[in-house]
């Protein structure tokens, strides 16, 4: 697996990373214990090295899941978890005062078994507390030597701009696809002029991308994209001619679709490390290809003068979720 380096933050890690929410938490088809932990020593023993969780996947039993998986293979990977959502009264609140993130951050290390998380990300951006305030708790648990690195989770840039005064980010966390393009508009500028990776998450659309879908999909009340607007059927219905750009560039490249959409984000950036998930080793293997296909500049023009003619339908979340975004 080829390696890539965060920005100029110094943290280098494979191409493509794991995402491990799905293995347990948020989709449907998640997987019992042994299963996710067979699949995570699996993507090891491929050469991935970045593996995603959160306190907030489960709550809890993802992160005790990469725990366990990854004891063996602890110098050699790294692993990265979020701060920040609380669960209260069953519902999901944002919680990045100093005393909860020394609090989350104990909580991660006994999961995790581990005396550091290498990348240590705000999970959402917290409207009651300041950045500075966040990005100063961070610096002073850095010099603790409990986190290496840190980053934002889907922050706006003027958020991005405040806590990297702060405390250097290494990188930033969001939503980026064929699928999902804004960031193009102002994050990967900011990020590029102050050095900051990129890490996209659902970088396959949480799956359509792979051509998988259709109008015809149903998705169960377990399954996070129940309560996505693009996956209604109508709109799966209306963004076919995405997928269909894609498996047009796949028969040309003896590839996937899936690994088409990957290596156009591995395209775009080289500080730009995708999280692609998966509860399946033959997709685990597919993914990890991706980093072995390689798209010309014509290719590249090719698609964006192809994606110019594709109208997206659908909003990517729900109007409460994406008020916590962006900040």
Request: with cysteine.
């Amino acid at each position: 697996m080829k390696k890539r380096k965060l920005g100029k933050s110094g943290l280098e890690v494979s191409a493509l990373g794991l995402g491990c929410m799905g293995l347990n938490y948020a989709y449907s088809g998640t997987l019992n214990k042994q299963e996710a932990i067979s699949l995570i020593k699996a993507a090891v023993e491929r050469g991935v090295t970045l593996f995603d969780t959160a306190e907030m996947y489960g709550p809890f039993t993802n992160e005790e899941l990469l725990g366990e998986a990854l004891a063996p293979y602890r110098k050699q990977v790294v692993i990265a978890t979020k701060f920040g959502i609380r669960m209260q009264d069953g519902k999901q609140v944002q919680d990045s005062r100093p005393e909860g993130i020394r609090k989350s951050l104990e909580g991660s290390l006994k999961r995790l078994n581990t005396d550091h998380i290498d990348l240590y990300y705000q999970h959402r951006v917290d409207p009651a507390v300041p950045i500075e305030d966040v990005a100063g708790t961070i610096k002073g648990l850095i010099k603790e030597g409990k986190i290496r690195h840190w980053g934002l989770s889907e922050a706006g840039v003027k958020t991005i701009r405040r806590a990297h005064a702060v405390q250097p980010l290494a990188a930033v966390q969001s939503e980026y696809s064929l699928w999902w393009r804004r960031p193009e508009e102002e994050l990967l500028p900011t990020l590029e002029e102050l050095g900051i990776g990129l890490v996209p998450f659902s970088p396959l659309g949480k799956g359509f991308l792979t051509g998988k879908f259709n109008k015809d999909s149903k998705f169960g009340s377990a399954d996070f994209r129940s309560i996505v607007p693009r996956f209604t059927s109508a709109a799966l219905e209306a963004n076919q001619g995405l997928v269909d750009l894609l498996g047009k560039f796949a028969g040309q490249k003896n590839a996937t679709k899936a690994q088409i959409a990957l290596a156009w984000l591995l395209a775009q950036k080289p500080w730009i490390v995708p999280i692609p998930g998966t509860t399946k080793l033959d997709r685990l293997e597919e993914n990890i290809g991706a980093a072995g296909v390689t798209l010309t500049s014509k290719d590249l023009i090719d698609i964006h003068s192809a994606l110019e003619k594709i109208k997206i339908v659908g909003d990517r979340y729900s109007e409460e979720l994406e008020k916590r975004t962006g900040l």
